[in-house]
């Protein structure tokens, strides 16, 4: 049974990056799928941030694009976020999932990321 | 900029029926924007329920379902259960792997 969980700060300074990884287990890792981003402000709905492919496809929501970097490490089956020049907009409980069919169906359980000084 | 229209809420008495809509500000919703839905409850992650419109996810009930109505991509619930209580939401594929979320629906079941 493949499993997605993020991991990384709680707390980042504005101006400053916030950096995520999310740790793939069962299955065949983190090669021959989609990785995707997506995150939700307290109390908001959800926004894609983006997607990558275990290949090093990227594709990001236009809106974040500009400050937005993916990677991925087939070797440790994780794949990451890095988000530059945070702002408090930028707080959110941040997901990882599996894009597969053009869906999202296997989530991460989420992590908070608060951009504060 | 495109832009996911949902209906904010609905009430659903148990074992009713309820239809949640997907459109765009500018356009109609097809089958090439792939529509997929997911259910939230508070605190939890989304748990996807739909995909390629109409497909139900693995272990997913029966009394969802997920079809075009019109200009739009809808979700019924037939039958609706307590614990069908939740957010919904719908995602549309805008293409080049671009995914544009809506704001959700609050369902309540009373």
């Known amino acids: 049974q493949l499993q997605v969980q993020e991991s990384g700060p709680g707390l980042v300074k504005p101006s400053g990056t916030l950096s995520l990884y999310c740790a793939v287990s069962g299955g065949s890792g983190t090669r021959n799928n989609w990785w995707t981003w997506i995150r939700q402000p307290p109390g908001m709905g959800l926004e894609y941030i983006g997607e990558?492919?275990?290949?090093?496809?990227?594709n990001y929501n236009p809106s974040l694009k500009s400050r937005v970097t993916m990677s991925v490490d087939n070797s440790k089956s994780q794949f990451s976020l890095q988000l530059n020049s945070v702002t408090a907009a930028d707080t959110a409980v941040y997901y990882c999932a599996r894009g597969v069919n053009n869906a999202f169906d296997i989530w991460g359980q989420g992590t908070m990321v608060t951009v504060s000084s | 900029q495109t832009v996911v229209t949902q209906e904010p809420s609905f009430s659903v008495s148990p074992g009713g029926t309820v239809t949640l809509t997907c459109g765009l500000n500018s356009g109609s919703v097809s089958t090439s924007h792939y529509p997929s839905w997911y259910q939230q409850t508070p605190g939890q992650s989304p748990r996807a329920l739909i995909y390629k419109t109409n497909s139900r996810f693995s272990g997913v009930p029966d009394r969802f379902s997920g079809s075009i109505l019109g200009n739009k991509a809808a979700l019924t619930i037939t039958g609706a259960q307590a614990e069908d209580e939740s957010d919904y939401y719908c995602v549309l594929f805008m293409g080049s792997g671009i995914y544009v979320f809506g704001a959700g629906t609050k369902v309540t079941v009373l």
């Open positions: 990558m492919h275990y290949d090093g496809i990227t």
